[in-house]
């Protein structure tokens, strides 16, 4: 669920933390064509756009988990963000590696919490949702107990939004895929045209080309 701060996307435009290209599309990892790049690691060259999205963050966190007794940001595109949360929040902060270390003491967790410690789960955007689901399962099994999980950014695709669904893992985005294209359309960086290739991808973003 979008949680949006209605300044933000026009500064991950700004800052080019979002590009938008529909007629040059972008190769994802796993070989989908995007439209869309997003690189919100580009915000912490940023102090003042990154002050408003710790704000944004602090105030889903205060209005949806308010309860909340540890940060953990997601390795590595999360822990900063989740650092500066913490911080504000006077809060714990621990992070969560994709896998755990094959050397030393083998953590998947770096930190300490207590059991069943409530836990905020901080990632910068969300496409399949596939990371930040691990993470979270990874909490769940050193005996944390996930409020639920708030990002920067979602695309907005069907199988993100599924997949949280299923697992019944509550999540809140400060802003999304069509609030960004629609800023990138008043901002002059798209036409009409444009728009309806970007929107065309939303709805069927494997078939799209």
């Known amino acids: 669920m979008k949680t949006e701060h209605h300044t933000i996307p026009e500064e991950l435009l700004r800052i080019k933390a979002v590009t938008v290209s529909p007629k040059e599309p972008f190769t994802w ?8 790049y997003c690189d919100n690691r580009l915000t912490m060259s940023y102090p003042e756009v990154r002050e408003k999205i710790i704000t944004a963050f602090v105030n889903i966190i205060q209005t949806y988990y308010p309860e909340v007794e540890v940060i953990a940001g997601t390795s590595t595109a999360g822990i900063p963000h989740a650092a500066w949360i913490a911080d504000r929040l006077k809060l714990p902060m621990v992070y ?15 930190g300490t919490f207590q059991p069943h410690a409530k836990i905020v789960v901080i990632e910068d955007l969300i496409s399949t949702g596939q990371s930040v689901i691990d993470a ?8 944390a107990d996930v409020l639920g999980v708030a990002a920067i950014f979602t695309y907005e695709l069907d199988l993100g939004t599924s997949a949280f669904h299923d697992l019944n893992i509550d999540y809140h985005t400060i802003t999304d895929y069509t609030s960004l294209i629609d800023a990138a359309l008043r901002n002059g960086l798209v ?19």
């Open 191 to 209: 036409d009409q045209e444009d728009m309806s290739r970007l929107e065309s991808w939303k709805k069927s973003p494997e078939s799209w080309l």
């Open 96 to 110: 969560i590696r994709s896998e755990a270390k094959k050397h030393g003491t083998g953590k998947q967790i770096e």
């Open 29 to 36: 990892t796993s070989g989908l064509k995007s439209p869309i």
């Open 136 to 143: 979270v399962n990874a909490a769940k099994s050193e005996g």
